[in-house]
């Protein structure tokens, strides 16, 4: 089934802690987005990539990195987390990016103790 | 910088009604997309509706249509014949028209009663 795929599904950590959150899409888009998502906040671009091979920063880009060593996968990491991540993190993907409609992942709840 | 506002953080409507949410957005651009998102409980992000500027009609899909005032900088969603399934976050998004970025509102929450 086409689409894309987020996992975990949702996760408890601890502060200090690293972790990856993973995103897999089969539509051969090109470009792919994380965001995050917080009361009262609506959702916010944290980092994007348009192709594979090349990424950007987005609005909240700080204290997360992304790789996009192919087309499918776009993994986010979280180097040291703190709880201010805590939050509902959505991937997305569209086929060329400009302009094209982004089709969102199920999400990822984050929680940082 | 551009902006989205939606000013109605709750709303509800019975089944079968018609129920209008509101949205405004703030840009300097003349050619940009606007968007409807859904979220439901299932926490799923689904594309509800696609209205680009330089299109003067307004986009509909199914029971679902928009009342897009450039003029105005509005952007507001109607959804026609309410039903429970309905029930759902609903996000206005902008795109400017040289870029890929997605500016979200803060959202407004739909409630459909029985």
């Known amino acids: 089934i086409a689409g894309i795929t987020q996992a975990p599904t949702s996760q408890i950590l601890a502060a200090g802690r690293r972790m990856t959150l993973r995103c897999t899409q089969d539509?051969?888009?090109?470009?792919m987005y994380w965001y995050r998502q917080d009361l009262g906040l609506g959702l916010r671009l944290i980092h994007y990539s348009n192709t594979a091979g090349t990424t950007g920063k987005g609005e909240v880009p700080d204290g997360y990195s992304v790789s996009r060593a192919n087309t499918d996968d776009f993994p986010l990491t979280l180097a040291s987390a703190v709880p201010s991540q805590t939050s509902v993190y959505f991937c997305?993907?569209?086929?060329?990016?400009?302009?094209?409609?982004?089709?969102f992942g199920p999400g990822t709840r984050l929680t940082v103790l | 910088a551009q902006t989205v506002t939606q000013s109605q953080p709750e709303m509800s409507v019975q089944e079968a009604e018609t129920v209008t949410l509101s949205c405004t957005y703030d840009t300097s651009e003349n050619n940009y997309y606007l968007f409807w998102y859904k979220q439901p409980p299932s926490r799923q992000m689904i594309l509800v509706i696609r209205q680009e500027a330089y299109k003067q009609q307004n986009a509909t899909e199914n029971r679902f249509s928009v009342n897009f005032q450039k003029a105005a900088k509005s952007f507001s969603l109607k959804i026609s014949d309410s039903q429970l399934g309905d029930t759902a976050m609903y996000f206005c998004?902008?795109?400017?028209?040289?870029?890929?970025?997605?500016?979200f509102g803060t959202g407004t929450r739909l409630q459909v009663f029985p």
């Open positions: 997305a993907s569209a086929p060329s990016g400009r302009t094209d409609t982004q089709y």
């Open positions: 539509m051969r888009h090109n470009a």
């Open positions: 998004a902008f795109m400017g028209g040289n870029t890929d970025k997605l500016i």
